[in-house]
């Protein structure tokens, strides 16, 4: 383990089954639709990668950077867009794919972008999900994991830009960032 990470919350083996369910899920209810799916950068990139290859289905995959937290553990609640999508989602189905919801403010701030280009639907997918620090009211169709109010890094999650790359989600030491 990190000797950062004071406690492993998810392992690989736990992340990987789920994902295979929620990839079965979704292939069940979007088989037809080729959906247009969206990672929200930087944060999800592991977590879409392994996300389309549990999907056996059409998909076009797509990207939207977006930040806001910056190098700090709480939000600044101004949602930037860093990398804009590629195509017009005009008439699509979309799926946005995060790795975590918290305060909600970036995913209420990107479905309104979203709406705004008139596609036929939009769902969330978000593996992790933070209810105790939520701030907006935010409905994603497809959740991995409910975890509690902890600032956790890895699987594509990071702190000031580190720790992205370990292979389990894990809770972060607090005089890592104190
Ligand atoms: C993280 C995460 C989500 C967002 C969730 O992104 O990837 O997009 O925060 O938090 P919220 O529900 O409180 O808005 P971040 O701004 O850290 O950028 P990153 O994905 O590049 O790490
Ligand atoms: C954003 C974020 N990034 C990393 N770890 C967490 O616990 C987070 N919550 N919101």
């Known amino acids: 383990m ?5 406690a492993i919350l998810l392992n ?3 992340i990987k089954a789920r994902i295979l369910e929620m990839g079965a899920e979704i292939a069940a209810e979007y088989k037809d639709k080729n959906p247009v799916m969206i990672a929200v950068l930087k944060g999800s990139f592991i977590f879409m990668a392994d996300l389309v290859r549990a999907m056996d289905m059409p998909s076009r995959i797509e990207f939207l950077g977006v930040s806001s937290y ?4 709480t939000t600044t609640g101004a949602v930037q867009i860093t990398r804009d999508l590629d195509c017009d989602i005009e ?4 799926i946005v794919v995060e790795d975590i919801l918290d305060s909600g403010l970036t995913l209420s701030y990107l479905i309104s972008y979203l709406q705004n280009r008139k596609p036929a639907s939009v769902a969330i ?3 992790l999900d933070k209810p105790e620090r939520r701030k907006v ?3 994603a169709r497809y959740k991995g994991f409910t975890i ?3 600032f956790v890094v890895g699987y594509g999650l990071d702190f000031a830009e580190q720790y992205r790359n370990l292979p389990y989600i894990g809770v972060l030491k ?5």
Not at 91 to 94: E, L
Not at 174 to 178: C, D, H, K, S, T
Request: charged share 35%; aromatic share 4%.
């Open 174 to 178: 607090p005089e890592v960032y104190a």
């Open 148 to 150: 509690p109010d902890a």
């Open 70 to 73: 910056g190098d700090k553990t």
């Open 2 to 6: 990190h000797k950062d990470v004071g």
């Open 125 to 127: 997918c978000t593996l």
């Open 91 to 94: 008439g699509r189905h979309v």
């Open 12 to 14: 690989e083996a736990e």
């Open 137 to 139: 009211e935010v409905d």
